[in-house]
């Protein structure tokens, strides 16, 4: 008998990695066997602006028993490729150092500890030059770091209108302007694991093994292509078990690959580095500071007329993503409303901060908590309920976007709305005293917004990614993509539809690791779209799989015997695989030039209510309650749903009152767990999750992404509960104690 | 100096510093990886293990004050094949995302449940009581809500 | 190669301290520990984790002695200290979590005195005596006079910690304590204080007010326990928070500001004559 299939689509199995990870067996970098394996460490700037004259290396020390690489041991080209070929592996003598954690040469020796005694007997020689910390100065250009005007990128959309004298018109009308201007803080993923890869050449030094923790095996394989002058079928990355990413592993493990490739065809041997946690808060990307300025235009119904933005975000030392990550926020920084005339313009310019980066939500965030402090405005200007405005302003199927992207399916605009309202309860208790006799007020916020799925206009088409299922020679069913699981539950995801798609038991279905000598580029690991995109080539594989067993069979005499028994049979006979390649739905259609179409294939869709006090001696802000109703499509696996998605709520709600990244002269200032803090298991609220499924057509069951919608709307939401609370605005993250003293202060 | 250890019911002696941290004596010369080193300063908690049962930041400990002591480690939870409840919980409630904390995350809840520490309360106080004992624990995946529920649903189990 | 010792006796260990002045001396290691291995190798550890005469809680007539060995876990669930010295129990259970609460030490924070040490204020508060030992002998140092400055005590190179002696507080006397950290747990200290208040009916006859984090270690405000003496408690507060002005000189750091730790000070103190 067949064995039924035991967890389908939509049925909560649990993770098929989960008792590895409660034992303790599951192997993260730092726990592979590779007793000969050196260890690797990195000499940095320290100087955040200058020119790097000489490296000296302290005679006293005994330099035979450590190998030194510096930038002439690149083999290739000395490049970290992203979308520009600006940020060196090691900077070289002669060259820009351009922020202080610049690496400059690397150390490998048999002991961590050697590897980090040799730092401290190398001497940089840097001549300073001037710096710039500020977006403001950036852009005056005091000193340029980037071409001429400092600006890495620059987008500009508009919407019903031609000029910006046809803006200026459509704010003419207005009986109500609001206008506001936003700061987001730099944020720190704070994975658990930090950043950790190892490397080894084998056959005479002709080709590399890069073993680490990351998002994206193909990213660092194009990356070391170049930087080691190889070909593809010359440098393997695999992924090991990876402890958490959030962005954080999407770009910097290519530095990391670099420095260990390097290191490893020095020392003829395999080399490993591990950062500590300073290292990595100082070193590694963060999430991009952001000032958003917004301007509305509203009638004296309450309609918007014109939406005018402008957002300005500080890309630090290189380009790396930053451009990328402007684009998603100027995407979505008109939200979720209706609006006939908008322009949004966006800007990232260049400082000497080590670059920042991706981090879940993509620039979202930054611009969701803009505009929503902005509809919070609206609503208490008019006073009207905040909830209602929100719905009678929201897109629906048959609205557009501020691109002009008209909306069809999978709109949930009034199913996420219609769940806040309908659990909100009533509104807490405007005064009150805390069990330890301190006085307190209270206050509500909510917010609505919305969370493009996939990647960026044509984005996927020109990715193109893969994906393969395959029945093997021994009969068992493997699923091949380059999707990494850094605990998201991509692996249980996968395992669930091609489970589905065959019609066979989870059980049944190997899911490789990710290596890029072993599956197809499925495209990074990243913007929401492993599930929806690789998912849905996943399905497709699947499906396919089993109408040729099926066929197969019958043409066998085997129709009718169960599938288990088919593929054994078949697979005896020679691989079976179907790869499947990404083709983009009908109807979507993107112009990168005017910036305006389809800028996503699909959006979900969020609504938050969160209920805070705030305490009048510490001025601490307590939250109290936060619900969140997403819009996922499909929850393939709803109990992996919800824990994504209340993960992605409290590094929200931390990134809105505790968390921060402390710059002083471009260097982090708490570069350490003490002091860059993140919530703890008794700072988090009981998190109350709604999940909305308003099915996607061409995601795998329905499903759209998840992975970063939550990020983006908790923080306008408690922003919004403490005005409520307090009666002051508060337009700058974090919300801090100090923050809220200050403002209470003021007022 | 020589220091004997005995790790989940093994007894090891070896031959190290004094100095050596707790966590690279179990991870280095024991070869027990399943302790995660997140930190190294005693704030996140993923290095736990028990100390002559007390949950402990093994970074914090210097391995020459284990000499003669008990220690238990993730991969000291699981009698053979069976599973800890606490282990069991975190699977079935989906506790566990990355991984890389639900060693000291086990661990430490392991401990809360075995000494019964929640025992005798409402839902609701078990649930607070939980956040404060596994504060030094630091998940940035989850929420932490699916891992209090698996810390009740084990404390529960165990209780019965 | 680092030289270790644990010694068996308070004795012993005293001997051992006087032979190596330069040895570092661990109990729980909460503090010393931290980022170990990348820390300069001590010459030696004196081990006094769990040595039996400094692990106690004698409840006596007139005081509480607790043992500098004497972690934070076994302060806060001992229930004379919960009767009697509730402070000490709740800054306990505020240090750090569980696993800091488990091998953190009295004497620990006694020997760092530290600005944040989360215990200091209560022991200022309570007007605690140390106990220090040496080969020399015994001696007692009121815990007001012990620390002399940022992380500078009065112990001396041969001498250990050997207990704190906190004198229980008259029925008519209200004791109370609060931390303000950078998170709900597993924080430092942005500002903590704790205070003594003795009352005769409704007035104040006299207050040992104690804050942590506002100076270059934990300090009484003598010009609140001034202002305050004599005076009906309903007045208390207002003439706490007037007193306050001026009367401490916090820092800006990575964890907070001085205005924001001057005003929560301000307060916490007027707090304390209210609730």
Sequence with gaps: ?747 | MKVTLDVNGAVHSIEVSPWKRLLDVLREDLRLTGTKEGCGEGECGACTVMLDGEAVNSCLVAVGQCDARTITTVEGLAKGEVLHAVQRALVACGGAQCGICTPGIAVCAAHVVDRGLIVGRDDASARALVRELLAGNICRCTGYQLIVDAIITAAREVAR | MTSYLRPRSLEEATVARAAYPDWMVLAGGTDLMVNANHKPTPEGILDLWRLGELGFIRVEDTAIVIGAGTTWHEVERHPAIRDKLLPLALAAREIGALQIQARGTLGGNVGTSSPVGDSLPVLLALDATIEVASVRGHRTIPYHAYCTGYRKTQLAADELIVAAHLPLPSPTTRTTWRKVGTRRAQSISKVMGAAAIMLDGDTVTGARVALGAVADRPIRITEVELAVAGLPLAQAADAARAAMRGAIKPIDDVRSTADYRRDVAENLVARFFTS
């Design chain 1, 1 to 747: 008998m067949e064995r039924p299939v035991a967890a389908p689509v939509g049925t909560s199995v649990p993770r098929v990695d989960g008792v590895a990870k409660v034992t303790g067996r599951a192997r993260y970098l730092d726990d592979l066997d590779a007793p000969n394996a050196w260890h690797g460490a990195t000499v940095r700037s320290k100087v955040p602006h200058g020119v790097l004259e000489a490296i000296e290396f302290d005679p006293a020390f005994d330099w035979s028993r450590v190998v030194v690489a510096t930038a002439d041991d690149v083999p290739g080209e000395n490049v970290i490729t992203m979308l520009e070929d600006d940020q060196p592996a090691l900077v070289k003598i002669g060259a820009s150092v351009m922020h202080v954690d610049e690496p400059i040469a690397l150390i490998a020796a048999p002991t961590r500890a050697l590897a980090f005694e040799a730092l401290k007997h190398v001497t940089l020689k840097i001549t300073h030059l001037p710096t710039v910390f500020t977006i403001d100065d950036s852009l005056a250009v005091t000193t340029a770091l980037y071409k001429t005007d400092n600006v890495f990128k620059k987008f500009l959309i508009r919407k019903g209108h031609d000029d910006d004298a046809q803006l200026e018109a459509g704010f003419a009308g207005a009986a109500l302007v609001i206008e506001g201007s936003y700061y987001t803080s730099p944020q720190e993923q704070m994975y658990i694991e930090t950043q950790a890869m190892m490397a080894e050449w084998r056959d005479d030094d002709a080709r590399c093994f890069i073993v680490g923790s990351m998002q994206c095996p193909f990213y660092v394989h194009k990356a070391m292509k170049r930087l080691l002058g190889l070909d593809a079928d010359h440098v393997v990355i695999t992924q090991s078990v990876t402890g958490g990413g959030f962005g954080g592993k999407e770009e910097y493990p290519s530095m990391l690959a670099a420095h260990v490739s390097i290191l490893a065809k020095k020392a003829k041997r395999a080399v490993k580095m591990v950062y500590d946690r300073d290292e990595d808060i100082a070193a590694t990307t963060k999430r991009h500071p952001c000032r958003t300025h917004h301007r509305m235009a509203v009638d004296a119904a309450g309609k918007i007329l014109a939406i005018d933005i402008d957002v300005i975000m500080d890309g630090g030392a290189y380009l790396t993503l930053s451009p990328v990550v402007l684009s998603r926020g100027v995407l979505h920084a008109a939200g979720p409303y209706k609006c006939p005339v908008t322009r949004v313009r966006g800007r990232v310019v260049a400082t000497n901060h080590p670059p920042h980066g991706a981090f879940r939500g993509f620039g979202a965030p930054q611009t969701t908590f803009a505009y929503e402090r902005q509809m919070q405005k609206l609503a208490i200007a008019r006073g009207e309920d905040p909830l209602a405005l929100r719905s009678r302003l929201a897109l629906r199927s048959g609205d557009t976007t501020s691109t002009s992207q008209l909306l069809g399916f999978s709109v949930g605009t009034d199913e996420v709305i219609g769940a806040i309202q309908s659990c909100a309860g009533p509104w807490p208790e405007p005064d009150g005293v805390a069990a330890n006799g301190t006085p307190i007020k209270r206050g509500r916020g909510v917010c609505f917004y919305f969370h493009g799925a996939g990647f960026t206009g044509s984005g996927e088409q020109r990715l193109a990614g893969r994906a393969e299922v395959a029945v093997t020679t021994d009969g068992r069913f493997e699923v091949r993509s380059s999707s990494s699981d850094m605990g998201q539950g991509s692996i249980t995801m996968f395992a669930q539809i091609a489970a589905t798609g065959l019609g066979v038991g989870v059980g049944a279905i190997h899911v490789v690791d990710p290596s890029t000598s072993k599956v197809p580029d499925s495209g990074p690991t990243v913007a929401s779209r492993t599930c929806m995109v690789v998912g849905s080539l996943v399905d497709q594989g699947a499906r396919k799989v089993k109408q040729r067993l099926d066929a197969w069979a019958g043409e066998n005499g085997m129709a009718g015997r169960p599938l288990l028994e088919i593929a054994k049979a078949r697979g005896a006979l020679g691989e079976l695989a179907e790869m499947v390649q990404y083709a983009p739905p009908p109807g979507i259609e993107w112009d990168d030039a005017t910036y305006t179409g389809s800028a996503y294939p699909v959006y979900g869709w969020g609504a938050c209510l969160v209920d805070v006090s705030v305490d009048l001696d510490s001025y601490e802000v307590t939250i109290d309650r936060c619900v969140q109703a997403i819009d996922v499509g499909k929850a393939i696996n709803p109990n992996i749903v919800k824990g994504q998605i209340e993960g992605g709520t409290l590094q929200a709600l931390g990134w809105a009152v505790l968390e921060n990244i402390v710059y002083k002269d471009g260097r982090v200032a708490n570069a350490n767990m003490t002091n860059c803090i993140v919530p703890t298991f008794a700072d988090a609220p009981e998190l109350e999750t709604i999940l909305v499924e308003c099915p996607y057509p061409f995601g795998p069951g329905g499903a759209k992404g998840v992975g970063e919608i939550p990020m983006d709307g908790p923080a306008a939401a408690v922003a919004n509960a403490v005005e409520n609370a307090l009666g002051i605005a508060f337009d700058s993250l974090p919300i801090s104690p100090e923050a809220v003293r200050a403002a209470l202060r003021r007022s």
